[in-house]
Every structure is written in structure tokens, then in C-alpha cells.
């Protein structure tokens, strides 16, 4: 059986949990994880907790004293989730709240630690969470550990582009490098009245140039997704020329996503992991969103092989397939009608290409 590289994962990621009812379950990591052992070898690496060191990287260290606050299971002060977005809402406080949220820190950080020192792939598949800003938490996000992963290679890398193809923008991680030329940040994503986070348009390139977006309407077919992904920012990646990627792979753009409107297949979601792949620089991949339980553990597992260079199956193993509900990776039937959302992603492609400097000169 094939062996998956380099892949940090601390077990204490399982406790991430904002509680019932809300959508990011860690049973979605739990299937990941089973479905992976199913499939291939892998050299699972306990990366250890992130430390305060890693987090205010990019952190402040107000934020960084708040979020210790909030999981030490006191009464939160008034105006607390004005100021640092923890609290009732979409990511409200726990017991525990720092320690966990540095397990995925640390596999994100760990991975970025073996690519910079010199591996061609790393995994932190509990991290992804590119929503939480400098100062504060946001849409479920506690630290940014792929914003700090990008930190991380920059030890190493003159240039380092951040690749998103969660369904929501990747805000965070465009707001931490917009005025820095040596990070790219690229994002595809569902943008519609009411939908988070409302930021994305094509024509926000960042103060540096370096930021790309493509944004694209409700029911969006994957067949135009990939098209926009594959002339979008693959070129744009080509011309950036990064040293190393960090890649968030957030599932929720597939059709059967419950907090999301896109209709993206597993396979065609897949065809921009392979893009990616393709490209032949070093990865640092993540997991991202994602919130249907049948969908995310086969499409992460895919990617995951995918990335490694191994095959994907073409059947699900029992038991998982059982307990997903599905015995395939990818989906038999396609949704219809195709070519939904043409003439947006063509529009955001036209910005794109005027918005581009020539040859991507730091300043």
C-alpha cells in the first residue's frame, strides 16, 4: 500500500466543537481520517500544540490574550464578540478554546515547517481556516493557520502564493498579505447577496497586486468553476512563479453542501487539485469548509492521494461506505444544466487579465 507523506495531525483537532447544532462538526475529520487509513500507508506525524510564538506571527497579542479568555470558561465582558467576533454567533466561545485551536495551528505550522526545510508535500488536513483576521475571530475561525503558514515558507521562499478553493472567500488570508508583493492569494468563490463574507470581487487585486479573485453567482456548474480556476489563476500562478503553495482545500463548493449554492462535483473539484499539482512546486495543503458528511471525507481523501500521487479508487471501502451513504469517490451524475454562471467568470476573467502587473516586480 502506498504511503501518504508527511502528514501532521494532532489528535486534540477532534475537539475543535462549537457545540451542538453547529455546522463544523469534527465527525467530518473523524470520517477523513478513517477513510484515508483505509486507502494508503500513512507517516501521520503528532506535530505537538502550536506555541504563542507561531500564533502572533500574525496575531496580535491582544487577540491572542482574549482567545485564552474565552476558553477559560468565564463570563465573557460586555461588547466581547463586538471586539473580537467570540461569542453567541457563528463562533462562539468553549472550554479549551486557545489549546485546541493551536492542535490545528500546529499541523498547518508543521507542514509549512517541512516544506520550507525542504519536502515536496505536507499535510495539516484538521486546518484551513482562513477566515479569522489579525484581531479578531470570524465565520467559525479562530487563528489563521494558513495565513501563518504562508509566514512560514517565507523563511525559505522570495515568493509564496496561497491557493483557496473553499466556496467562501478566503478573506483573512487576502487582508493579512494585500500589500505584500511576495504573497500571492488566490481565491474562487460563490459570491451572492447575504453570502459570507461578502468579499471577493474580482476587481479587489490588493495595494501590492499580488491578490486574485473569482468570484461567481449562485449555481455555478463545475464545468465553468474549473474552466475559471484553469484560465483564472493557474496562468497567474505560472507568471508569480512562487516558490511553494500553500493550498486550502475546502469542499463546500460541491452540490451537495448544505451552507452553500455552487454545483461543483467531487470530480471537478478535484481537476483544480490537480491543476495545482501539476504546477510541480512544493505544497503545504489544509482542509478548509465544508459540511456535508458524505461529501467532505471522500473528497479530502482524494485530494489527499491525489496530491501523493496515488490512484483514487474507484469504490469506497466498506465500512465507510456504508456510513457515508455513497460507494463511489466521485459522483455518477453530474448537475444540469451545465455551463451555469458563463458570463460572470467570463467578466471576472476580463478584470483579471487587465488588472495583472507585467512580471510581477516587487516593489
Given at each position: 500500500m502506498a504511503t501518504v507523506p508527511n502528514f501532521f495531525y494532532h489528535p486534540r483537532i477532534m475537539e475543535y466543537d462549537f457545540g451542538h447544532g453547529h455546522p463544523l462538526?469534527?465527525?467530518?475529520?473523524?470520517?477523513?481520517?478513517?477513510?484515508?487509513?483505509?486507502?494508503?500507508?500513512?507517516?501521520?506525524?503528532?506535530?505537538?500544540?502550536?506555541?504563542?510564538?507561531?500564533?502572533?506571527?500574525?496575531?496580535?497579542?491582544?487577540?491572542?490574550?482574549?482567545?485564552?479568555?474565552?476558553?477559560?470558561?468565564?463570563?465573557?465582558?460586555?461588547?466581547?464578540?463586538?471586539?473580537?467576533?467570540?461569542?453567541?454567533?457563528?463562533?462562539?466561545?468553549?472550554?479549551g478554546m486557545y489549546e485546541v485551536s493551536l492542535a490545528y495551528v500546529g499541523g498547518s505550522i508543521r507542514a509549512a515547517e517541512a516544506v520550507r526545510d525542504g519536502a515536496d508535500l505536507a499535510f495539516g488536513i484538521g486546518g484551513g481556516l482562513h477566515h479569522a483576521q489579525r484581531g479578531n475571530a470570524s465565520g467559525f475561525c479562530v487563528f489563521n493557520d494558513v495565513a501563518l503558514a504562508c509566514s512560514v515558507l517565507r523563511e525559505r521562499f522570495d515568493r509564496v502564493a496561497y491557493v483557496d478553493i473553499d466556496v467562501h472567500h478566503g478573506d483573512g488570508v487576502e487582508a493579512l498579505f494585500a500589500d505584500d508583493p511576495a504573497v500571492m492569494t488566490c481565491s474562487i468563490h460563490q459570491m451572492s447577496p447575504g453570502f459570507y463574507p461578502g468579499t471577493g470581487r474580482a476587481e479587489e487585486t490588493g495595494t501590492a497586486g499580488t491578490t486574485v479573485n473569482i468570484p461567481l453567482p449562485n449555481g455555478t456548474t463545475g464545468d465553468i468553476w474549473l474552466d475559471a480556476f484553469r484560465r483564472g489563476i493557474i496562468p497567474l500562478l505560472e507568471e508569480f512563479d512562487p516558490g511553494a503553495i500553500v493550498l486550502q482545500m475546502g469542499t463546500d463548493p460541491h452540490f451537495d453542501d448544505p451552507l452553500a449554492r455552487l454545483q461543483v462535483s467531487a470530480q471537478e473539484w478535484l481537476g483544480a487539485v490537480e491543476s495545482i499539482r501539476d504546477l510541480g512546486k512544493p505544497i503545504c495543503a489544509t482542509g478548509g469548509g465544508g459540511y456535508n458528511l458524505s461529501t467532505v471525507p471522500r473528497m479530502w481523501v482524494a485530494a489527499i492521494l491525489t496530491l501523493g500521487g496515488i490512484p483514487v479508487p474507484d469504490l469506497i471501502p466498506e465500512p465507510d461506505a456504508t456510513d457515508y451513504g455513497t460507494r463511489t469517490f466521485f459522483d455518477p451524475e453530474l448537475p444540469q444544466p451545465r455551463g451555469v454562471g458563463f458570463l460572470e467568470a467570463e467578466r471576472a476573467l476580463s478584470i483579471l487579465r487587465a488588472a495583472r502587473p507585467k512580471g510581477w516586480q516587487p516593489r
Open positions: 462538526r469534527p465527525e467530518r475529520l473523524k470520517r477523513t481520517m478513517s477513510l484515508l487509513a483505509a486507502c494508503a500507508e500513512v507517516d501521520l506525524i503528532d506535530p505537538g500544540l502550536a506555541s504563542d510564538a507561531d500564533v502572533l506571527r500574525l496575531h496580535s497579542k491582544e487577540y491572542v490574550d482574549a482567545v485564552k479568555m474565552a476558553g477559560g470558561g468565564d463570563h465573557l465582558p460586555g461588547g466581547f464578540t463586538a471586539r473580537y467576533g467570540i461569542g453567541p454567533g457563528d463562533t462562539p466561545s468553549f472550554i
